[in-house]
């Protein structure tokens, strides 16, 4: 198995644009009641790097591993959901919302249906039907169908995400743990999100949206990823 300081040897340069366009947002601290194509640039800028990050592997590595296609697909339609959500109170929720559904899904096909894993996916579900049943009497109109349908897709992505990660057998990889800790990340950021939108205001709520998101989106990224050593290995095995 690779090493984690020979993951982050290998991987920690490409993520350093990453890294410094997080520290720019959250320097910036755009107000969010005055959306604007900046506010949304300064947003999205992170993402981008995320972009660049995976290219930066080739289009060789593209074109050879369809799971980090899929990933790369989610994020530019991350991209296009965060900035949606820039103008949410203008009426662009339900666009975010769908180009957020439409990420999982793309995750989900990328983490692939092996192992099925069926205690994770009822530990997940479990969670996903209690966020989901807190979330309830707080809506109304469309939002009490398209809330479970978004809670229903970002929880099957949890599932498939956390199943690779077998720690009792050691089929592990930390592409696969980079995988389980974002998509948990990821639930947990959207969940932040949903209770301040319908429920009532989270401290801070902003800040740990944006923070897990941004840590959710990375380490998804990077799971798309195997480093050099990792395919020397795979050789010579």
Request: hydrophobic share 55%.
């Amino acid at each position: 198995m690779v090493s984690p300081v020979t993951v982050v040897k290998s991987e920690g340069p490409k993520l350093v644009p990453f890294f410094k366009a997080t520290c720019v947002y959250f320097v910036l601290w755009l107000p969010t009641s005055s959306p604007s194509w900046f506010s949304a640039l300064i947003k999205c800028l992170p993402i981008f790097c995320l972009w660049v990050f995976l290219l930066a592997h080739g289009f060789s590595f593209l074109g050879a591993h369809s799971s980090a296609r899929r990933i790369l697909a989610g994020l530019i339609f991350s991209s296009l959901g965060d900035a949606f959500l820039i103008w949410q109170e203008q009426g662009y929720f339900v666009h975010g919302l769908l180009m957020f559904a439409i990420t999982h899904i793309l995750y989900s096909s990328a983490f692939g249906m092996k192992p099925v894993n069926v205690s994770a996916g009822l530990a997940i579900a479990a969670v996903s039907s209690v966020s989901y049943m807190l979330l309830y009497p707080y809506l109304s109109g469309p939002f009490t169908y398209l809330v479970a349908v978004y809670v229903a897709l970002i929880g099957f992505m949890g599932w498939r995400a956390v199943a690779g990660v077998q720690l009792a057998n050691d089929l592990w990889t930390w592409t696969k743990l980079c995988a389980c800790l974002g998509s948990v990340l990821f639930m947990v950021s959207d969940l932040t999100i949903a209770v301040n939108k319908f429920c009532f205001p989270v401290p801070y709520s902003r800040a740990i949206i944006m923070a897990t998101y941004y840590a959710a989106q990375m380490l998804i990224a990077l799971s798309a990823v195997e480093c050099q050593e990792a395919e020397v290995a795979r050789k010579r095995t």
